[in-house]
């Protein structure tokens, strides 16, 4: 069974930093591109990066770029998320997601996020 | 940024009826699109991608169609498990942007 389960969310100060990280079992986690999705307490789903199976191409939302970095850890199966400069607007529940890959009508590959974790608290103090 | 519209806000619904809910985007995706599922307190689940394909155990009594700019979620025989908010999400550019979500009350 795939699993995605996520930690190190917390309460931290505005200005401070938060390090979370995403623990991954059922599949062979060096052939999927990840992503974090974040949701702000009673709003709608955000998604701010995606880092490659390689981890060779990697992208933000304009929200977290510069403040942000996603990378993965291939002997631990793990996706991490380091937050720096953190916000008051970046309390929100993080959520690890998985890609999974199919050709579209045209032949060329597309990713769509399939497994979603149940995801970890971020609070931000300000 | 592509930004998508979903329609209506709330859908009030009985057990047995079918659901209609939309999602625009402000310029084409082609088909790459998806609908998920959100329950209250729980993650969000994947019901449709490639605006019309079920994802794998979905049932059939969900689906989507549409391609470019306008799509549709079906839920056809509603059922009280089926009360929920519902988001599409487009992954034809970056970066990947949801629709603020349809909440469907049973």
């Known amino acids: 069974e795939v699993q995605l389960e996520e930690s190190g969310g917390g309460l931290q100060q505005a200005g401070g930093s938060l390090r979370l990280s995403c623990e991954t079992s059922?599949?062979?986690?060096?052939?999927?591109?990840m992503n974090w999705v974040r949701q702000a307490p009673g709003k709608g789903l955000e998604w701010i990066s995606h880092?490659?199976?390689?981890?060779?191409?990697?992208e933000y939302a304009d929200s977290v770029k510069g403040r942000f970095t996603i990378s993965r850890d291939y002997a631990k199966k793990s996706l991490n998320l380091q937050m720096e400069s953190l916000r008051a607007e970046d309390t929100a529940v993080y959520y690890c997601?998985?890609?999974?890959?199919?050709?579209?009508?045209?032949?060329?590959?597309?990713?769509?996020?399939?497994?979603w974790g149940k995801g970890t608290t971020v609070i931000v103090s300000s | 940024e592509i930004a998508l519209t979903q329609s209506p806000a709330t859908l009030s619904v009985s057990p047995g009826d079918t659901a209609t809910l939309s999602c625009r985007a402000s310029?084409?995706?082609?088909?790459?699109l998806s609908w998920f599922q959100q329950r209250p307190g729980q993650a969000p689940r994947i019901l449709i991608y490639?605006?019309?394909t079920r994802a794998t155990s979905i049932p059939a009594r969900f689906s989507g169609s549409g391609s470019g700019t306008e799509f549709t979620l079906t839920i056809s025989g509603l059922q009280s498990e089926d009360s929920a908010l519902y988001y599409c999400?487009?992954?034809?550019?970056?970066?990947?942007?949801f629709g603020q979500g349809t909440k469907v009350e049973i």
């Open positions: 880092i490659s199976a390689s981890g060779s191409s990697i």
């Open positions: 999400q487009q992954y034809d550019d970056w970066p990947r942007t």
């Open positions: 490639g605006a019309s």
């Open positions: 310029q084409p995706v082609r088909s790459h």
């Open positions: 059922g599949f062979t986690f060096s052939s999927y591109d």
């Open positions: 997601v998985r890609d999974q890959g199919y050709y579209d009508s045209s032949g060329y590959p597309r990713y769509y996020m399939d497994v």
